[in-house]
């Protein structure tokens, strides 16, 4: 079996499951045809109770952005959302996937050479591949944050709400500068001065026993997590949940903040511009809400099994 910490064996690249070495492109491709570029990010997991299988978190929500991403960029999606799940799961079958991974479909403007810039779009390339990611919930990762100096971009300016490539140079500008302070992550202000998100996940906070998080028309990504933990913290733990603008001091003087996103999962953070957030330590109710996520994420509560697509188990929801 192929190593999958190195490569996967195989990608799966415009309706074929090709090996990995011979997945390439002529080197004029490079430049326009990743500008317009989406792209999504979805997690599967292992199961431990159910005889080595992963499953796949949230599929058919990822799909259904990934459609709309291109949608907005105007690239044309050639398959059905069916038929993309089938060849995720098909693809993760046959990198013999029974760890933690990393799915990544990237859809592209295909045949981008001798293109004008207004050109490029339509007929879309799509790959997608997989590699090893583990989680680390329960770890007792946390991190410390500085609000970045850099805004997130407005929906004026390019759509901040699908996952354009093109997006993450901002949030990558702003994961530069708070490296480059000292601070693990950075957290983006947007345009109207209130809190948007972190650079690769949505923000949280805990005031008054009360789950408190920018809303979808804060210059955010419509994030998957930030949806089901909303569902959880309110199902699971009975919290209050609010979708509001966020002002910058509500975080420094919050009980609790953590960041949430796919590659995120549960993250808390325990400082930001060094003001101590709660006791310095992961609070009370995200660890709760970790704990409960945890065991959805691994197909384990049965009350979200229509958020798992099982990989490796004969029935499965291909049906
Ligand atoms: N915001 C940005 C900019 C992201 O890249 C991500 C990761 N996809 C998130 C938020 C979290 O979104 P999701 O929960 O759907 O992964």
Redesign the pocket.
């Known amino acids: 079996m192929t190593e999958q910490s190195k490569h996967p064996a195989y990608i799966w690249w415009n309706g074929k499951y090709v090996a990995w070495d011979d997945a390439t492109v002529h080197v004029t491709e490079l430049g326009w045809s990743t500008v317009g570029a989406v792209f999504e990010?979805i997690r599967a997991y292992a199961n431990p109770s159910s005889d080595q299988d992963v499953v796949i978190f949230r599929l058919q929500e990822h799909l259904a952005?990934l459609k709309k991403s291109m949608a907005l960029v105007r690239l044309r999606l050639d398959y059905s959302l069916p038929e993309l799940t089938e060849i995720i799961v098909e693809l993760l079958r046959m990198n013999e996937v029974r760890e933690d991974t990393y799915i990544r479909p990237l859809a592209y403007t295909a045949n981008v050479a001798g293109k004008r810039f207004s050109e490029v779009g339509g007929e879309a390339g799509l790959l997608i591949n997989t590699s090893r990611m583990p989680s680390h919930l329960k770890t007792g990762v946390t991190q410390t944050a500085a609000v970045s100096s850099w805004r997130r971009i407005s929906d004026e300016v390019m759509p901040p709400r699908i996952?354009n490539l093109s997006?993450?140079r901002n949030?990558q500008l702003a994961s530069m500068e708070a490296r480059a302070h000292g601070y693990d992550i950075g957290l983006l202000l947007n345009t109207g001065g209130t809190v948007a998100?972190?650079?690769?996940?949505?923000v949280m906070f805990v005031a008054d026993g009360k789950l408190i998080t920018p809303h979808v028309t804060s210059s955010?990504?419509e994030?998957?997590?930030?949806d089901a933990l909303m569902v959880l913290a309110r199902e699971v733990l009975g919290l209050e949940v609010i979708e509001r603008a966020v002002d910058r001091t509500e975080l420094y003087l919050a009980d609790e903040v953590f960041t949430?996103?796919?590659?995120?999962e549960i993250t808390p953070i325990t400082e930001i511009d060094k003001y101590q957030i709660g006791d310095g330590r992961q609070g009370t109710i995200s660890r709760d809400l970790e704990h409960a996520f945890h065991a959805v994420l691994r197909g384990q509560d049965p009350r979200y099994r229509h958020w798992s697509t099982p990989v490796h188990a004969a029935a499965s929801v291909l049906a």
Do not use: D, M, Q, V
């Open positions: 990010g952005r996952k997006n993450y949030g998100e972190a650079p690769g996940a949505c955010i990504l994030s998957i997590t930030r949430c996103g796919t590659a995120a």
